[in-house]
């Protein structure tokens, strides 16, 4: 009896299942009010999205989009408020997990962050979007269309600076689903 080609089948037909079982890489996307100027916060940025998009692509990621909004020139607050959640919700896709960063937000540990975004990753979220707020912050109803509000302290923090924070744990959460060492509680 001879099995020619038979391991052969069997690997190719073992991948095709594999493949069909894998859920679909999750995008993830940051949208920022306001944009960072050469510096060294945009080289940080910079940085921190580069080794995500390295590491993302083996955990299940797709990549991470960065989508810089100007701000609005209203009047008022309320204003500026409403023309820049207009042009968020613009940007924001069907089925999206919605993450605001606003100081009245939850505080998670790294840990914590990674295992939410590991989560809605297996549960084939089609894409994860992070939105920074201008200097008026964000207008309620976009904040409570949001899955996780996020916080990084009760101190108020420049955009550029919260955007450069972002990246950072979005990279460290990566490193935490693949067990590398750069986060080490």
Known sequence: MRFAGGAFRWRRVANEAAQRERPRPMRLTVIAIGK?????ERELAERYRGRFD??????????????E???????DAAGRMAEEAAA????IAEG???????ERGKSVDSAAFAAQLGRWRDESVPGTI????????LLPELRRKAKLCLSFGAATWPHQMVRVMLLEQIYRAATILAGHPYHRA
């Open 36 to 40: 960072l100027k050469q510096g060294p």
């Open 54 to 67: 390295d590491l993302g692509r083996k955990l299940g990621f797709r990549g991470l989009d960065i989508h």
């Open 69 to 75: 909004i100007a701000e609005s020139r209203a009047r």
């Open 88 to 91: 968020i919700a613009a940007l």
């Open 96 to 102: 999206s997990s919605l993450v605001t960063l606003d």
């Open 130 to 137: 992070f939105v920074i707020g201008g200097a008026d912050g």
